[in-house]
């Protein structure tokens, strides 16, 4: 790859919403890391790439599944949406605790879900302060663009 085509490729990752990409082709081996991303980097280097390995799709566990959110006040509550077409993950590796479960106190900005996109994980972070109070989608599904992932009870 000449230095040209590399700079280019970077600077189209540094806008993207890829937080963390590694490239091998023969020889050549890229790790790159957007400043501010931290606890995703070591998780995604101690993993095999997904594609060599799926990952086994494990049940959520709920802290209240009968939440029933047709009796909450609709002003209040916020739905966090897919920013892209991918595979979700509800845990940093299939060993670890979902980042979040129904009932998870969240705040804006923290950590709720990666998506896994043509072998980049991406995380999705929460746009709300709150409480998860539905858990939309299943570890491993395949998610669309603008997809409901979680409904949040936002907090006063």
């Known amino acids: 790859m000449k230095i040209d085509e590399l700079k280019g490729f970077l600077e189209i990752?540094?806008?993207?919403?890829?937080?963390?990409?590694?490239?091998?082709?023969?020889?050549f081996k890229l790790f790159y890391q957007k400043q501010g991303v931290e606890n995703l980097a070591?998780?995604?280097?101690?993993?095999?790439?997904i594609a060599d390995k799926a990952l086994?799709?494990?049940?959520?566990?709920?802290a209240n599944p009968t939440v029933n959110t047709a009796d909450q006040d609709d002003s209040s509550?916020?739905?966090?949406?897919?920013?892209?077409?991918?595979?979700?993950?509800?845990?940093p590796n299939p060993d670890a605790e979902p980042f979040v479960q129904v009932g998870s106190m969240v705040s804006q900005s923290e950590t709720v879900c990666i998506l896994e996109a043509m072998?980049?994980?991406?995380?999705?972070?929460a746009d709300v302060d709150g409480e998860i109070i539905e858990i939309l989608v299943n570890d491993g599904q395949i998610i669309e663009y603008g997809q409901p992932l979680f409904t949040v009870k936002v907090s006063e």
């Open 13 to 27: 990752i540094e806008q993207s919403s890829i937080d963390i990409m590694k490239l091998e082709k023969g020889d």
């Open 42 to 49: 070591a998780n995604f280097e101690n993993q095999h790439m």
């Open 56 to 62: 086994p799709h494990l049940p959520l566990e709920v």
């Open 77 to 91: 509550l916020h739905v966090i949406k897919s920013p892209m077409i991918g595979t979700f993950y509800a845990r």
């Open 119 to 125: 072998k980049l994980l991406n995380e999705v972070h």
